[in-house]
Nanobody
Framework: QVELVESGGGLVQAGGSLTLSCAAS????????MGWFRQAPGKQRELVAT???????NYADSVKGRFTISRDAAKNTVDLQMNSLKPEDTAVYYC???????????????WGQGTLVTVSS
């Protein structure tokens, strides 16, 4: 069994910082990419940032220069450092991973349970 466990959400004032962490555990052979998505009330889930095994990172335009994703491939963890937070960053943040499950040798896409980030004005 493979699962993603997130931590680090909470309430912060505008201009503040938070760090989200996610760890993948279980029968993992290889992780090709990990990242973060978010879903605000009444909106669709959207990409925030991703990091691939080749070292490439991709950010939503709305968070460029404020958020930084960092991934430890050996530990199957990914963090999202969020600075200069804005009220519009308020959302449930979901960790995402694309990996090969060693039980099946097949790619799987996994989602974490979500962690709420609330930015007050």
């Amino acid at each position: 069994q493979v699962e993603l466990v997130e931590s680090g959400g909470g309430l912060v004032q505008a201009g503040g910082s938070l760090t989200l962490s996610c760890a993948a555990s279980g029968t993992i052979r290889y992780t090709s990419a990990m990242g973060w998505f978010r879903q605000a009330p009444g909106k669709q889930r959207e990409l925030v940032a991703t990091s691939t095994s080749g070292g490439r990172t991709n950010y939503a335009d709305s968070v460029k220069g404020r958020f930084t994703i960092s991934r430890d491939a050996a530990k199957n963890t990914v963090d999202l450092q969020m600075n200069s937070l804005k009220p519009e960053d308020t959302a449930v943040y979901y960790c995402n991973a694309n990996l090969i499950d060693s039980r099946t040798s097949r790619y799987r896409e996994l989602w974490g349970q979500g962690t709420l980030v609330t930015v007050s004005s």
